[in-house]
């Protein structure tokens, strides 16, 4: 009788051990942001940056992007963001690299380019700043579905995630915590 009840427990250990393993190798990951399922292709931005160097989405592909949409005399959400992004991008390591962060200006007449280096040196200098016309800008705004006010300083209410594939995968409130993007970076830069 006692053998049997050994055989049955190691058994049932055997089983949850074989389900708990299935469970992790099978399950999709927990992304903390809010999940685009399916996930859409990110529209092209064609744009110069804060260097005046022409930038493109396009040529991001193999990067996860952090798209924010801002401007330079925020003084709360613009500034809040940017710092827990480079929080979250810094606690990546030697995966930061990898991982480019954008703000599009929504106001342009303001957000001269030395603005926007400026700004933008305060969190990293990697961290890009792009603007151009207010067609090219409009553009844009529109395709990321982002209301710009009359005068310009308006800021979005997400932040964009496009994964290497070139795909918006989530967005994030722009005061999530950065351990919750850092979090969801590593799933993705991991291929989840």
């Known amino acids: 009788m006692q053998r049997k009840t050994i ?9 949850l051990a074989v389900l708990t393993a299935t469970y992790y190798f099978t399950s999709k990951p927990s992304f903390r942001g809010a999940v685009i399922s399916p996930p859409w292709p990110a529209p092209e931005i064609n ?3 804060q260097n005046g ?3 493109n989405l396009r040529n991001e ?3 996860v992007i952090l798209l924010y949409f801002g401007y330079v005399n925020c003084p ?4 809040l963001t940017m710092a827990h992004v480079k929080l979250a991008r810094e606690s990546l390591g030697s995966r930061a690299k990898d991982v480019q962060v954008l703000m599009v200006s929504t ?3 303001r957000d001269t380019p030395q603005a926007l280096v400026d700004f933008m040196g305060h969190f990293d200098p990697s961290f890009l700043g792009l603007t151009g016309s207010v067609p090219e800008l409009q553009k844009v705004w529109q395709d990321y579905g982002v209301t710009v006010e009359e005068g310009g300083e308006t800021h979005s209410t997400f932040l964009y995630v496009i994964d290497p594939a070139g795909d918006v995968r989530e967005t994030f409130l722009p ?5 919750a993007i850092a979090a969801d970076l590593k799933l993705l830069l991991a291929g989840k």
């Open 175 to 179: 005061d999530t915590e950065p351990t």
């Open 47 to 49: 744009l110069a940056d």
């Open 7 to 15: 055989l049955v427990g190691v058994g049932v250990f055997i089983f």
């Open 53 to 55: 160097q022409s930038f």
């Open 107 to 109: 106001d342009p007449v």
């Open 76 to 79: 709360d959400e613009c500034p």
């Open 61 to 63: 592909r193999g990067k």
